[in-house]
């Protein structure tokens, strides 16, 4: 198994690491109900996508 052969600085190591943070979701407000929601996903609230009713969502 490969071994490194030098100790890697802790600015070499941050750099490395540098994209394994998690990010923030984006979000977005939908033009039909005004809830917030991911972008090119189906409203959660009210089921409708680029302005067509894709789904009937049962309000409780």
Same mark, same amino acid.
């Given at each position: 198994m490969p071994v490194p052969k030098?100790? /890697?600085?802790r600015?070499?190591?941050g750099?490395?690491?540098?994209?394994?943070?998690?990010?923030?979701?984006?979000?977005? %407000?939908?033009? %039909?109900?005004h809830e917030m929601k991911r972008p090119h996903h189906v409203c959660p609230s009210c089921?409708?996508?680029k302005e067509k009713e894709i /789904?009937?969502?049962?309000?409780i």
């Amino acid at each position: 198994m490969p071994v490194p052969k030098k100790r /890697m600085s802790r600015s070499r190591q941050g750099n490395r690491r540098s994209h394994d943070g998690l990010k923030v979701p984006a979000y977005s %407000e939908c033009p %039909e109900c005004h809830e917030m929601k991911r972008p090119h996903h189906v409203c959660p609230s009210c089921g409708f996508y680029k302005e067509k009713e894709i /789904m009937v969502v049962d309000s409780i």
